[in-house]
């Protein structure tokens, strides 16, 4: 029972903070002078995906066996699974469910349907659509070199490592580079958490409120999955099960926070851009440690994880060249992972 009562509180704890955390990112963002866009593929992204490749570094260099290296493996491709399929899921529904809030207020207070389809596009405009496909068309193809390295062998391979280092160093230029060009619209921020009455926060404010929000995610993260692995056997899940279908996106509950909170605060920019740049972060600094200190050879249920997610992007990037991505369209992706779980169980016997 004390494993439940646990989860729950994790949970709580986590949405708080990272109620927090995007109050304080977005004013991080604003004093570094960086584009808005960037708040979400760069500070927030970062901010949350960096204690997982600690996890990912501190797995594959003390790991006292192969199997106990392995479990960096797993990570690095269980995190852009749940990001690719639940975390952009779990965003459609949010935006959906939005909508019909709108729609019911719309009704009751004129008594006439708004008119507005509960799937009708609400993912912003065609310059927010083509940033969000070009992130998709960079991890892709990163991460299809990442899948096949995890099908040979060879001698230089660790190297390799380095490529996907110098792929998102890449990336974080031309971001940063791209975001402050494009981003022409300015938003009122809200009061700092930690310094309310303040219009203009002080920089430590912002800086320690960051730095306490993240401290606080990462210890409420790891204990939420520590119940989770506790919790699985008690339901009659194996532990391979465990940790390769729920650690995964309790490991990216963060991420998913995240885009909850923004999207409940109307700025679903952010949110899908928060998703897109853990996404590549997830496809190539933990990747990176992994290739540099383990074999880095796939068995059959990590390859399955690698096929499922680029099945996600494809669906996605195939929607968005149709100009057809709605919430509806975008809650799909959640679907991917059910295929994940539903293929997983003749793969496990």
């Not at 009061?191 to 303040?198: I, M, S, T």
Request: hydrophobic residues 55%; glycine residues 8%; neutral net charge.
């Amino acid at each position: 029972m004390i494993h439940f009562v646990l989860l729950i509180v994790c949970a709580v704890a986590i949405y708080l903070s990272c109620e927090w955390f995007v109050n304080a990112v977005e004013w991080l963002g604003e004093r570094l002078d960086i584009g808005r866009s960037a708040v979400g593929t760069i500070l927030a992204a970062f901010g949350t995906a960096l204690p997982e490749s600690v996890v990912t570094l501190v797995a594959v260099t003390t790991g006292a066996t192969e199997q106990a290296k392995n479990i960096g493996v797993g990570a690095a491709m269980g995190g852009p699974l749940a990001l690719a399929t639940v975390a952009y899921g779990v965003t459609g529904a949010m935006l959906l469910l939005q909508r019909r809030g709108r729609n019911r207020a719309t009704h009751a207070t004129t008594g006439v349907p708004s008119g507005v389809p509960e799937d009708a596009d609400a993912l912003g405009s065609a310059k927010d659509m083509k940033r969000l496909a070009r992130d998709q068309k960079w991890f892709l193809p990163i991460f299809v070199v990442k899948v096949a390295l995890g099908l040979v062998a060879f001698a230089f391979k660790p190297v390799l490592g380095v490529f996907f280092f110098a792929a998102y160093a890449v990336y974080f230029w031309r971001e940063i580079r791209s975001s402050r060009a494009e981003d022409d619209d300015e938003e009122e921020l809200e009061p700092l958490k930690f310094q309310p009455r303040k219009a203009s926060p002080a920089t430590w404010a912002v800086v320690a409120q960051t730095l306490a929000t993240l401290v606080v995610i990462f210890f409420a993260a790891d204990l939420f999955v520590r119940q989770l692995d506790a919790i699985g056997p008690m339901l009659g899940l194996s532990t391979t099960v465990t940790a390769l279908l729920l650690s995964p996106v309790a490991t990216e509950l963060p991420e998913i926070m995240n885009a909850v909170i923004w999207v409940r605060q109307g700025k679903t920019r952010l949110a899908l851009a928060n998703i897109s740049g853990a996404m590549m972060i997830q496809a190539t600094v933990p990747s990176g440690i992994g290739i540099l200190f383990t074999t880095w050879h796939f068995d059959a249920p990590l390859l399955w994880a690698g096929l499922i997610t680029m099945a996600a992007i494809g669906y996605l990037l195939l929607t968005l060249r149709a100009h057809r991505l709605t919430p509806a369209r975008l809650t799909v992706a959640a679907g991917f992972y059910v295929v994940f779980a539903v293929g997983l169980v003749p793969i496990l016997r």
